[in-house]
């Protein structure tokens, strides 16, 4: 071997000896997050593990470790069951709007039925109210305007009839007049 080869193998396995050293730090640093229940993301195991993301993105195992144990709820310091997570919260922020707005729609239907019971209690209380019995008198008003276009219909009836009746009479008529001048003329 000569003396090239040598030390091209001893930065070989220098490189591959300093690989491995952050390789232990970033489990490490793996570990020490799902103990604690920190935040596992590329960028804070890189922070803690003291090497750069670009180490984890050309390690895919590392990689996939980091995403594995991101995607499963931390937990709580202490072995207590899982911790709040990101995801978890968003999803309970959510949650949380969604009722904000339903109860803001409920709030507001029951305040529009309260503002139109108070509003018929002063109406009545005041005297400027309608009788009690509008309803009835909406029954009646409907059966009024129900006869009226009856009645109406009648007229026209009626108005046809007299119509044609006139029409009649001045044709009787034209005939009489005719039947005079034929008889004059005769004469």
Do not use: C
């Not at 803690?48 to 995607?71: E, K």
């Not at 305040?111 to 019971?117: A, D, F, N, P």
């Not at 009545?124 to 029954?139: C, K, N, V, W, Y």
């Not at 029409?167 to 034929?182: I, K, T």
């Amino acid at each position: 071997m000569t003396p090239t080869d040598r030390a091209f193998q001893a930065i070989l396995e220098g490189r591959r000896a300093d690989t491995g050293r952050r390789r232990q730090r970033v489990l490490a640093a793996l570990a020490k997050a799902a103990k604690d229940g920190s935040e596992t993301s590329v960028a804070a195991i890189a922070r803690r593990a003291g090497v750069d993301r670009t180490f984890l993105y050309r390690h895919r195992d590392l990689l996939g470790q980091i995403h594995a144990q991101a995607a499963e709820p931390p937990t709580v310091p202490g072995g207590r069951g899982p911790a709040v997570s990101r995801a978890s919260l968003r999803a309970d922020l959510a949650a949380a709007d969604a009722r904000t707005a339903r109860l803001a729609a409920h709030i507001r239907r029951l305040e529009g039925r309260l503002s139109e019971v108070l509003g018929e209690q002063v109406w009545r209380e005041s005297g400027i109210g309608g009788p009690d019995d509008t309803e009835q008198l909406q029954a009646r008003i409907t059966t009024l305007e129900q006869q009226v276009v009856d009645l109406e219909l009648k007229l026209q009836d009626r108005d046809d009839d007299l119509a044609a009746a006139r029409a009649a009479n001045r044709e009787l008529m034209a005939q009489l007049n005719r039947g005079a001048e034929l008889t004059g003329k005769g004469r």
